[in-house]
């Protein structure tokens, strides 16, 4: 059973477009994260949630909306899609946000904006 | 401003013998340190770690030292496996920190040749 997971795996699509990655994780964990990987392969937060209640947004622009339906989920859409949103975005999720819990990652979502 | 920093983009090592990834840090603040592993197209996956209260964690073939002073830490792999082959992150959070998520060094490629 995959631990964390992402959907879709590829995403490609138009500038001006809003477009929307899902991510599901089934450990039970509490904190769920959102992560992207620019073209200079830097790992970098930029969301954290905590029981559906954001935690950290990381000077992420306001194009970028994370949602937290359950806590199972967290899933992040982007409004008017830019050329430099191009890179790959992982969702990770731990046990809980007070301890310094490993993180576990979900394959990730490549986007390309064209 | 880059706070972990990871100087190698790639290490090339024959199997058998040992890798040694290095990694870097600024923030004194960082408390704790991961290594996550990272095949292509997949989300990174988590190794080892340590707290700033260790200066050494061993598990199996994996050991990561930790010179607090020098803000510093190393993996080393003993014997390198093909298998092995991956890029490397090392990733701190402050204590506590969880919900700030990981930041993370821009990883090592590590190529284990037969």
């Known amino acids: 059973d995959t631990a964390v997971s992402q959907t879709p795996k590829y995403l490609v699509t138009q500038m001006g477009n809003d477009k929307s990655i899902k991510c599901e994780q089934n450990?039970?964990?509490?904190?769920m994260y959102w992560y992207k990987q620019d073209s200079k392969k830097f790992l970098k937060i930029m969301f954290s949630?905590?029981?559906?209640?954001?935690?950290i947004n990381e000077t992420v622009p306001n194009r970028f909306s994370p949602k937290s339906p359950d806590k199972a989920h967290l899933n992040l859409h982007i409004n008017s899609l830019e050329l430099g949103d191009s890179a790959v975005y992982f969702c990770a999720s731990s046990l809980d946000p007070t301890r310094t819990d490993t993180q576990y990652f979900g394959p990730g979502t490549r986007l390309t904006v064209l | 401003d880059q706070q972990v920093k990871q100087n190698s983009p790639s290490l090339s090592v024959q199997e058998g013998r040992i890798s040694i990834l290095n990694c870097d840090y600024t923030n004194s603040m960082f408390d704790y340190f991961l290594w996550y592993k990272k095949y292509p197209a997949e989300g990174p996956t988590f190794l080892i770690s340590?707290?700033?209260?260790?200066d050494k964690n061993e598990d199996g073939r994996f050991t990561v030292f930790l010179n607090k002073s020098a803000k510093h830490l190393s993996l080393h792999i003993v014997p390198s496996q093909p298998g092995d082959s991956a890029v490397y992150f090392c990733?701190?959070?402050?204590f506590g920190g969880g919900a700030d998520g990981l930041t993370f060094g821009k990883g090592t490629h590590l190529i284990i040749q037969p």
């Open positions: 949630y905590n029981n559906k209640e954001l935690i």
């Open positions: 990733a701190a959070s402050p």
């Open positions: 450990l039970g964990h509490d904190t």
């Open positions: 340590i707290s700033s209260i260790k």
